[in-house]
Nanobody, 118 residues
Framework: QVQLVESGGGLVQPGGSLRLSCAASGSIFRINVMGWYRQAPGKQRELVATITRGGSTNYADSVKGRFTISRDNAKNTVYLQMNSLKPEDTAVYYC????????????WGQGTQVTVSS
């Protein structure tokens, strides 16, 4: 129905930057909220950032001031610019897309690995 294609993950040194992208395709009605979540080994999945269709954003306290979420509604794409990366940011990052009146919980990407290490 809806497919999410993620890109941009990789290995980066502490203090470095990465930009994640997630493009939605398929039978899309109307995307309401797009977001990024992450899961580190031994930890539960946590919210990183979300953005509504109108541009309202929400960030986890741990990433405020360092990460920026944005979206291109015409391209059905959400981005996560990650600056000043820390080892604690190491995790698998998952894209999430919620349609207006769509399935509860929305759709999930397969995840992309982000590793912050010297």
């Amino acid at each position: 129905q809806v497919q999410l294609v993620e890109s941009g993950g990789g290995l980066v040194q502490p203090g470095g930057s990465l930009r994640l992208s997630c493009a939605a395709s398929g039978s899309i009605f109307r995307i309401n909220v797009m977001g990024w979540y992450r899961q580190a080994p031994g930890k539960q999945r946590e919210l990183v950032a979300t953005i509504t269709r109108g541009g309202s954003t929400n960030y986890a306290d741990s990433v405020k001031g360092r990460f920026t979420i944005s979206r291109d509604n015409a391209k059905n794409t959400v981005y996560l610019q990650m600056n000043s990366l820390k080892p604690e940011d190491t995790a698998v990052y998952y894209c999430n897309v919620v349609e207006s009146w769509g399935p509860t919980g929305g759709y999930w990407g397969q995840g992309t690995q982000v590793t912050v290490s010297s």
